[in-house]
């Protein structure tokens, strides 16, 4: 367990170095990205068409943080395999950790905009006790992305439409999660269909933390605890099921 926590530590930190080598901002890049987007929906859901929804940047950024990580390591995690197939032409190198250094990667981009968003929470709310709670729901998503990311990682290397596919259902997603609208904002029926999806419960529950929001039901939050250690368990078990036949498809 150690050895493969050492060799996904290394691998996050190489992948990492190599991203960033040759650029100005270097690892602020991605906390950029954010707040372009973030700057872009404030504008229009603020200033245009306004929702109503108070101190509405922090209300977005908070729901931004948790779906680019999501978003970006599950769309990394689904090619890790292709990417880096010469890694398992390598005698005994233990494939299971690849989908997870994808995930490790963004998670870097959260553990750098968490301590803004939490400049901006203290500077306009105020710091609710519940902030500290905050990296239990971040393992609980790290737990529901690994499931995910084995189960995408492994299918990709027998079906190399996967990657696509996964682009587009994330494309989707985007606009049936919570981001930058409340649930509040919708009509009871679209309400409870939006509370199908994990993400939504994720999301809910992290504002809930950092601002004070009411929490999801505690059937919901159970519901995704129990999902994410299920898909997990899945994944996990998928990808050790089929990765000796990794080598001859790649």
Request: glycine letters at 6%; a positive charge.
């Amino acid at each position: 367990m150690v050895r493969l926590r050492d060799l996904t530590l290394h691998l996050a930190k190489r992948e990492l170095d190599a991203t960033h080598r040759m650029t100005v901002l270097g690892w602020a890049w991605p906390l950029v990205r954010q707040l372009a987007q973030l700057a872009v929906l404030v504008f229009i859901f603020s200033k245009v068409l306004d929702l109503g929804i108070d101190n509405y940047p922090v209300f977005v950024f908070t729901g931004l943080i948790a779906w680019t990580w999501f978003a970006g390591g599950i769309t990394s995690a689904s090619s890790s395999l292709l990417a880096q197939r010469h890694l398992l032409f390598q005698a005994r190198f233990p494939a299971v950790v690849l989908p997870v250094v994808a995930l490790a990667v963004p998670l870097l981009d959260v553990l750098l905009a968490l301590p803004l968003l939490l400049v901006l929470v203290a500077a306009t709310e105020g710091l609710p006790w519940t902030v500290v709670l905050v990296p239990m729901l971040l393992a609980v998503q790290f737990v529901f992305m690994a499931g995910l990311a084995w189960i995408a990682s492994a299918m990709s290397v027998f079906f190399r439409d996967v990657p696509n596919l996964v682009g587009l259902a994330l494309m989707l997603l985007f606009y049936l999660t919570p981001i930058f609208y409340g649930l509040r904002n919708l009509p009871g029926r679209f309400r409870e269909l939006l509370q199908i999806n994990p993400l939504t419960t994720i999301v809910e529950t992290y504002r809930a933390l950092l601002l004070g929001d009411p929490l999801p039901g505690t059937g919901h939050l159970v519901a995704v605890c129990v999902l994410s250690v299920v898909v997990a368990v899945v994944g996990f078990a998928v990808f050790q099921r089929v990765q000796g036949r990794f080598v001859d498809q790649l």
